[in-house]
């Protein structure tokens, strides 16, 4: 699902979030290969048409001083993790036996080059006629692409079924996807080594999700990072775990927060977090396991070793060769299809499997590694099970909920008005006082609503403020004029059961939501037992974060109620360990779209 708005706005959004993700994610040190291509690619493709390429005059003569014709050149777009894998393998196939002629001159010259997953997708959904012939819009895939490709290597055949399943009817491209995917790299949990469980058997083949906490439980200070989900496929195959059946975004997304925007690669990724070496010594990233056998180019910087974890619930990749024929390209249609289909013969035999064994693919058949030599030490030979490939639903599935997820969100604060809070009422530290402070996370596009919680014999609460989207200063002003110590206990059991049904039935639009609870911690009964049971089976099947501040020492303690709450949830428990006030206005800001 997505909010409707122009396609050319569309577009727009997600190109600038592409720029930025790119400037965020090696903290300004290097510049991105995917930014100095979108400048070198129209100079290479214009070499290439000329017959020159990346190759100079001698790719114009062969032996014996014979002089050759311009090849026909290739376009090859590619997944942004999968551009050198691909580079690699049309350099080799270049100088193949299957592309010179007796002459030796060559057949083909090939351009391989890489953009966004999420914008190759909706061009070849939308906007073919505009990367045929591009117009004045704002919507132009030939400049923020790339030129039209003849073939595509998406990370995922998934990415060819969501394309086919919703492509204009008036689409100027046609897509014939093989059969076969050329390679297959599971998505890997890279841990540092030194937080790798031992024996690796007790978690491979264990949910992503499960896995993370786990991880968290031997240590408490362990980050995980993905990808971004909108540039490669990797990081969307990621994403597909994290959010699980129940499609739980916000939980998901609590496990991989991180200053700053993601990286836009997992090659960038793994070249990032060394950057930092206490950042990397205690992240685990989420990355295709082939990188962790060629490795990555990171200027010569020391990195944490890594061991390959295998979640069951991550799809792996599996790039298929999908060639792309365009309309009124009918003048060398014949000589191009011989082209495209020697180039595929070559990448599905011998030749492709020598360069994807080098890279640390696995086979696509029986996933296993087709270098039978790789290190064991980083990877397992075996895994079992693995995930072979993503299904089209469960992929624009993830997309949709996590494009969502950035946009405004929705909290409901529960406020405890009980008689004990009398003492922790007054002042910016108080109930009210830290509620006021959160609002400034919060826009105008955003909802949020709040109920006072005391069991007065009218129900388990009292709504302060309508959940819906408010003015700052109507919210603050309904909190000072309304908000008030109640003569009566508060029964948190029954208010926080009433919070996940009403957040429940609003959860089909796919805003991020969240719970606030600002309580004092003192429960008694009403979290006990069965009762308290009761909300954490609700808490953690909800998909709603619970973040607690208790206005008191020890509230979160481990094995508390807040705790443990807060814990089952996604969210986060706050206590007089931290600054409660910055913690909770950095929670609310995290899904809300305030200013502040």
Not at 47 to 71: E, F, K, Q, S, W
Not at 270 to 282: G, I, K, T
Not at 298 to 306: F, I, N, S, Y
Not at 481 to 495: F, G, K, N, Q
Request: charged share 25%; proline share 7%.
């Amino acid at each position: 699902w997505r909010r409707p708005r122009a396609l050319a706005a569309t577009w727009s959004r997600a190109r600038r979030r592409r720029q930025h993700a790119r400037r965020g994610a090696g903290g300004g040190k290097r510049p991105s290969r995917g930014i100095l291509l979108r400048f070198a690619l129209p100079v290479l493709v214009a070499l290439g048409m000329l017959g020159v390429g990346l190759y100079g005059p001698l790719g114009l003569a062969g032996g014996d001083d014979t002089h050759c014709a311009p090849p026909l050149e290739l376009r090859v777009l590619t997944d942004p993790d999968l551009e050198d894998t691909f580079r690699t393998a049309a350099d080799a196939y270049l100088t193949s036996e299957a592309n010179t002629t007796e002459a030796g001159c060559r057949h083909t010259g090939i351009t391989v080059y890489s953009a966004g997953s999420s914008d190759v997708v909706e061009a070849l959904r939308r906007h073919t006629d505009a990367w045929k012939e591009p117009g004045a819009d704002e919507v132009d895939p030939q400049r923020d692409i790339g030129p039209q490709p003849d073939v595509w290597i998406p990370g995922s055949r998934a990415e060819v079924d969501r394309v086919l399943e919703q492509q204009d009817t008036d689409a100027v491209a046609e897509l014939e996807p093989g059969e076969r995917p050329l390679a297959h790299s599971p998505v890997v949990l890279a841990v540092p080594s030194r937080l790798a469980p031992e024996p690796l058997n007790e978690v491979t083949g264990r949910p992503l999700t499960e896995m993370i906490e786990a991880l968290t439980a031997r240590a408490a200070d362990t980050g995980v990072r993905r990808p971004d989900p909108e540039f490669t496929d990797s990081g969307l195959l990621a994403t597909v775990g994290l959010y699980g059946d129940t499609v739980a975004v916000a939980r998901g997304e609590t496990m991989v927060r991180q200053p700053g925007p993601p990286s836009p690669t997992a090659g960038d990724l793994l070249c990032a977090l060394p950057e930092d070496d206490a950042v990397d010594d205690r992240t685990a990233a989420l990355v295709p396991e082939f990188l962790l056998i060629s490795g990555v180019d990171c200027e010569g910087t020391v990195r944490a070793p890594r061991t390959a974890l295998y979640p069951a619930d991550v799809p792996g990749m599996d790039p298929v060769f999908v060639r792309v024929r365009w309309d009124g390209g009918e003048t060398d249609a014949t000589a191009r299809d011989a082209a495209v289909a020697s180039f595929r013969d070559w990448l599905a035999g011998k030749g492709g499997e020598e360069v994807f064994a080098r890279y640390g693919f696995r086979e696509p058949d029986s996933l296993e590694p087709i270098d039978k030599d790789v290190d064991l030490d980083v990877v397992s030979y075996a895994p079992s099970p693995l995930d072979a490939s993503a299904g089209r639903d469960e992929m624009e599935q993830a997309l949709g909920a996590y494009q969502a997820y950035g946009g405004p969100g929705r909290v409901l604060f529960l406020l405890d008005s009980s008689g004990s809070m009398a003492g922790l009422w007054e002042g910016p530290s108080g109930g009210p006082g830290l509620l006021r402070q959160t609002l400034g996370g919060l826009g105008s596009d955003d909802e949020y609503g709040v109920w006072a919680v005391a069991d007065t014999g009218d129900g388990p609460y009292e709504t302060l403020l309508g959940l819906g989207r408010h003015w700052r200063e109507d919210a603050e002003e309904a909190v000072d004029e309304r908000a008030r110590v109640r003569d009566a206990s508060a029964d948190p059991h029954a208010a926080l059961l009433a919070a996940f049904d009403e957040l429940e039935d609003r959860g089909d639009d796919g805003r991020p939501q969240m719970i606030v609870h600002i309580t004092d911690g003192r429960h008694g009964s009403y979290l006990e037992g069965g009762r308290l049971r009761e909300v954490l089976d609700r808490a953690g099947a909800s998909g709603v974060p619970v973040t607690v501040a208790v206005l008191g020492g020890g509230g979160c303690d481990e094995g508390r109620p807040d705790q443990r709450i807060a814990e089952v949830s996604g969210g986060r428990c706050l206590d007089a360990g931290d600054d409660v006030g910055a913690a909770l206005h950095d929670e609310i800001a995290r899904i809300g779209t305030g200013d502040d």
